[in-house]
């Protein structure tokens, strides 16, 4: 797959993520959320910059029990729970956090 931003190419995975992570900024992520339908607020923000700082640290994807437990122990518990991040990026929330974020699939999202 091939998204075009700005007359610029950037190559998407089948499941539209970006293949070179480098290639991503802000304005890549506002069209990518928009793909899904959502609007990016601060809330979404902050989950997406937390999601990018966490794989540049550790050098991989969290599954979603601990990604939700981070999110908790750093944004607090009322941000690390399932229904606050169900409202923000509903269906998958990972998985719509991590594609937003430019970065790769998370494991065990299918």
Not at 40 to 45: E, R
Not at 49 to 55: A, E, L, V
Request: glycine fraction near 4%; aromatic fraction near 10%; include cysteine.
């Amino acid at each position: 797959m091939e998204l075009v931003l700005q007359q610029h190419p950037l190559t998407l995975t089948e499941h539209g993520f970006l293949i070179n992570h480098a290639d991503w900024n802000e304005t890549i992520a506002q069209t990518l959320a928009e793909q899904a339908k959502i609007e990016l607020q601060a809330a979404h923000w902050e989950l997406i910059w937390f999601i990018r700082k966490y794989y540049f640290t550790y050098q991989h994807l969290p599954n979603t029990r601990v990604f939700t437990k981070a999110v908790a122990k750093q944004l607090g518990e009322e941000k690390g729970n399932s229904i606050y991040l169900q409202r923000l990026f509903p269906s998958s929330p990972l998985k719509l956090i991590c594609k937003i974020a430019g970065l790769p699939k998370p494991p065990n999202c299918l």
